[in-house]
């Protein structure tokens, strides 16, 4: 009996950025690596069975003939544009061949009405960051010239980091994030309920403060709730655990439960300390001065997770020595119980009531270490570490 034949095992071809410069209409697909974008037809294309192949096959279809015939004869890009488009089409344009980052487009945003007070473009430019990225990408690129510097895209680095914190929060396992949408609604629904907690504010002396919402769009925003709720942790408790629906199944006796929690206060204030360093990062990014986002990327972001490492590893392990060869995953690595991170605060609310929370104190612990290995995780995959023109500049 003959032998069957084993298959050949087949391998899926991905994007290669080489084709680019053959192909001048493809670019990168969001369908994945298994595909390429024809900038002509506007169509995804999947060029996994062929790859190189794949793309000749559509340059020579007639779908692509047809849309290249009419590219050709349409007027240049900026052949067609009046008025303030062209006004931002041509910064975006000066954005991209002048390997500008994109962030200088607010800065210009914010001082062209100041600038030119008497022009009526001016008064109507609005071509910040967030329009001056797709135009560049979009629109510009494919009609730069072949010689000009290509492209620098590491994405929002504020974005990034807001990513990393909403890994960590998870590996926590405690609803710190409904917890705080649940008091914010509460408050929020009803002026009386605002002044009976005012109440609780004075009899507590704590700080008045208007109760804030998470929004994900504002760059960690979470940091600046959970202390806006710390500030009131006493009010809060005792105005839920005295609410008239408090022994009722519902939202106001979750929210009684967890505020007179010391596990939950613990976590609370462990945030508070631990989200530092990625908030203080972003308010960085966040500055106006142009150049903090070109020339001090790499360096910051570096700094940033070796800090965050610095945490729950030992500082052996992590001087002189490559992130990408730190195994911070490794418990045993990682710093032993009594050393770990937790800020002043959490470590003094842990120690004065060690009786009660004992039994809790080892899951309490390996959330911690979770939380701190999610956001590092988070962080080396996301940031452009391995950019070798990022690692190349220097202040």
């Not at 999947?46 to 050709?72: C, N």
């Not at 629906?245 to 613990?266: C, I, N, R, W, Y």
Request: charged share 25%; hydrophobic share 40%; net charge negative.
């Amino acid at each position: 009996m003959a032998t069957p034949s084993k298959k050949k095992k087949k391998y899926a071809c991905k994007f290669q950025n080489g084709w680019k410069k053959e192909f001048h209409f493809i670019q990168d697909s969001s369908k994945g690596k298994g595909y390429a974008i024809c900038t002509f037809c506007c169509s995804d294309f999947s060029i996994e069975h062929g790859g190189r192949t794949d793309i000749v096959a559509h340059e020579r279809s007639e779908k692509h003939k047809s849309a290249a015939t009419l590219q050709q004869s349409q007027p240049s890009l900026m052949g067609h544009l009046e008025g303030v488009t062209y006004a931002e089409t041509k910064m975006a344009m000066m954005i991209a061949e002048s390997n500008i980052p994109s962030s200088f487009a607010e800065v210009f945003n914010k001082s062209v009405k100041d600038m030119f007070p008497d022009s009526e473009i001016a008064r109507q430019y609005a071509n910040g960051t967030t329009e001056a990225t797709p135009t560049v990408k979009g629109a510009i690129a494919p009609e730069l010239d072949e010689e000009a510097m290509e492209l620098i895209d590491t994405g929002c680095i504020c974005h990034l980091v807001q990513l990393a914190a909403g890994c960590g929060i998870p590996a926590l396992r405690q609803p710190i994030e409904d917890i705080l949408s649940s008091i914010y609604t509460h408050f929020d629904i009803s002026a009386k309920l605002c002044e009976i907690s005012n109440e609780f504010v004075e009899f507590t002396d704590s700080e008045t403060l208007k109760i804030l919402r998470d929004c994900a769009s504002r760059w960690l925003s979470l940091l600046t709730c959970i202390n806006r709720v710390l500030s009131q942790w006493d009010a809060l408790q005792a105005h839920f655990a005295r609410h008239e629906d408090a022994e009722k199944p519902g939202q106001v006796k979750m929210l009684a439960e967890h505020l007179t929690s010391k596990k939950t206060k613990f976590f609370f204030l462990f945030l508070s300390q631990a989200l530092k360093p990625l908030a203080e990062f972003s308010v960085m990014f966040q500055a106006e001065g142009v150049m903090v986002g070109v020339v001090r990327a790499h360096q910051e972001m570096t700094r940033l997770v070796r800090r965050f490492m610095g945490r729950f590893l030992p500082a052996i392990l992590i001087a002189d020595v490559q992130l990408k060869d730190i195994e911070f995953k490794d418990a045993s690595l990682q710093l032993p119980d009594s050393e770990l991170f937790l800020g002043a605060a959490a470590q003094s609310l842990l120690e004065d009531n060690m009786e009660e929370l004992s039994s809790s104190v080892p899951m309490m612990i390996k959330a911690v270490r979770d939380f701190f290995v999610a956001v590092t995780t988070k962080m080396m995959t996301a940031f452009p570490l391995n950019n070798i023109v990022l690692q190349n500049l220097s202040v």
